[in-house]
């Protein structure tokens, strides 16, 4: 786990001294390993107690919310509960993963917290969390609080070079600014960032919007998501081209922001950001016509005809 060694090497140490909290809150930013270093740490934990382990271990439970959910239901805190009354499987020890502590409601939250004010010898929660002002404080103070720092560039590039040996140096530069080194969006989402972000580009430059996005939205598999990416970098770039700053140019950008700093104030670029990103939310969380809403965005954003 790459940008993880000093936390595990802490950590194990507090466990290999019998000096480990019950309760870990392991926060930072989204996408950037937290999840899979828990599982690495409690994988490594298991294997020096028992080394023929299997892959699903019986003395792990992982809890998450369902891919069709917004929040981590009460019910499934509630398995933690039955899960801690059972004696171990194999190990001495037994680990609770929680993704994400900061997805779960009130009803999930003060559940957990119950859980936490009652620790069990040998047992174990590990809490991950991207932003820990949506985990109640209770729950917080509960907790012995891990800050994972950020990753490099360099770290962010060994990631993608380990997962895509062809991948370029200028997709990695793109993917950096638009993923915020994040890997695991990077990732997922990459090859679609990079070349729509470019066919978005062109269409900007010629008004139209390309065949090549109407195909793309039309796939009943594609992430809005995607399209939000892109609109966030975009305006994240021309408002910092706008504001003086040196900027890298990326494929048609130069032409484009160019000519929008010739026809049009900084007031209103901000204005027409915040309705596009309006639009962009609504489409998400209303679950409106994808393709409807990425014209009706495009047209607020074809700045260069108004």
């Not at 119950?114 to 509960?142: D, W």
């Not at 939205?217 to 003086?244: A, H, P, T, Y």
Request: charged content about 30%; overall charge neutral; hydrophobic content about 40%.
């Amino acid at each position: 786990m790459i940008g993880f060694d000093s936390i595990k090497s802490a950590l194990l140490n507090s466990h290999q001294n019998n000096k480990l909290h019950h309760a870990i809150l392991l926060h930072g930013k989204k996408g950037i390993g937290k999840a899979s270093f828990a599982k690495d740490f409690v994988t490594e934990i298991f294997d020096s107690q028992n080394r023929n382990n299997p892959a699903n271990h019986p003395d792990l439970l992982l809890i998450e919310k369902e891919a069709e959910k917004k929040e981590i239901s009460v019910e499934k805190i509630r398995k933690i509960a039955d899960f801690l009354n059972q004696t171990s499987a194999i190990s001495k020890d037994k680990f609770i993963i929680i993704d994400a502590a900061d997805e779960l409601n009130k009803s999930s939250s003060n559940a957990l917290l119950k859980i936490l004010e009652e620790p069990h010898n040998n047992n174990f929660l590990i809490l991950i969390a991207h932003n820990t002002n949506k985990v109640l404080a209770t729950i917080r103070s509960r907790c012995q609080i891990v800050k994972v720092p950020d990753l490099s560039y360099e770290n962010f590039v060994e990631i993608l070079r380990q997962n895509n040996h062809k991948i370029s140096d200028d997709e990695i530069a793109i993917l950096s600014e638009i993923c915020d080194n994040s890997p695991a969006k990077a990732l997922r989402y990459g090859k679609d960032l990079v070349d729509l972000y470019q066919v978005f580009l062109t269409s900007l430059q010629q008004r139209k919007i390309d065949d090549k996005i109407y195909k793309k939205i039309s796939d009943k598999n594609f992430s809005f998501d995607i399209f939000s990416e892109i609109l966030e970098f975009f305006f994240g770039r021309l408002i910092k081209f706008l504001s003086g700053a040196e900027v890298d140019f990326y494929f048609e950008e130069k032409e484009i922001f160019l000519n929008i700093r010739a026809n049009f104030t900084l007031e209103k670029i901000f204005t027409i950001s915040d309705a596009v990103r309006n639009s962009s939310h609504k489409t998400k969380s209303l679950n409106l016509d994808k393709k409807l809403s990425f014209i009706n965005i495009f047209n607020q954003i074809n700045i260069s005809d108004k």
